[in-house]
């Protein structure tokens, strides 16, 4: 099975802090994604990447970075946050197209964030 | 831009009754996909269904189908036999054929399911 672990559960962090969430996927796969899920919002994409230390930034980038220095891991980097970051934090990845493989995205257990 | 839209943000039906949620989406491309995501209250998210636009035939995944119309932009899900189980939140989500596939997310319908 496909697995995608992100490090927290829940995090409470402080208003102007430096803020890292972190998430590793087991299956080899090219795509990862950083999606925040908000009420009434649905899941909205902050950043993708596509391959190692290549990112592309989605609909909300603003407030965050990205980093991926190997192929399992992706970590969100939010450089102060910020009140209105605290949300729930939903990591992805899938496979490229074309492969034969499977093309859905498989998604970890989400980090709620709390910034105080 | 693509956009996803889920007309319903909740929903309840009775155990072991039909329950169909709907979804809208607007493209200008002619191939893609479709997919039916599930949020249970764990909150881990897991693939329900999933639909090319190119093929005709409505999939189907045990007790969940979709009724696909292409021309009216409509995906929307049917779910048989609910199961208390089945209670959770469901995304619809649209995604490109080639690139990285970034998924659109509808707003969500919570569905409930009463004893």
């Known amino acids: 099975d496909v697995k995608v672990t992100q490090s927290s559960r829940y995090l409470v962090k402080r208003t102007g802090e430096k803020v890292f969430l972190e998430c590793v996927q087991d299956?080899?796969?090219?795509?990862m994604f950083w999606y925040r899920q908000d009420p009434g919002l649905g899941l909205r994409l902050i950043y993708f990447?596509?391959?190692?230390?290549?990112?592309e930034k989605g609909d909300i980038p603003e407030g965050y970075s990205v980093s991926r220095e190997k192929k399992e891991r992706f970590s969100l980097i939010l450089e102060s946050a910020s009140t209105n970051q605290t949300s729930m934090y939903l990591c992805?990845?899938?496979?490229?197209?074309?492969?034969?493989?499977?093309?859905?995205?498989?998604f970890g257990p989400g980090t709620r964030l709390t910034v105080l | 831009a693509q956009t996803v839209t889920q007309s319903q943000p909740e929903m309840s039906v009775q155990e072991a009754e039909t329950v169909t949620l709907s979804c809208t989406y607007d493209?200008?491309?002619?191939?893609?996909?479709l997919f039916w995501y599930k949020q249970p209250p764990s909150r881990q998210m897991i693939l329900v269904i999933r639909?090319?636009?190119?093929?005709?035939q409505n999939a189907t995944e045990n007790r969940f189908s979709v009724n696909f119309q292409k021309a009216a932009k409509s995906f929307s899900l049917k779910i048989s036999d609910s199961q208390l189980g089945d209670a959770a939140m469901y995304f619809c989500?649209?995604?490109?054929?080639?690139?990285?596939?970034?998924?659109?997310f509808g707003q969500g319908t919570r569905l409930t399911i009463n004893p």
């Open positions: 992805a990845s899938s496979e490229l197209p074309g492969t034969g493989r499977a093309v859905e995205q498989f």
């Open positions: 299956m080899d796969h090219e795509n």
């Open positions: 990447s596509y391959d190692v230390k290549m990112k």
């Open positions: 493209t200008s491309e002619s191939d893609y996909y």
């Open positions: 639909q090319e636009a190119y093929k005709q």
């Open positions: 989500a649209y995604s490109k054929i080639q690139g990285a596939q970034k998924l659109v």
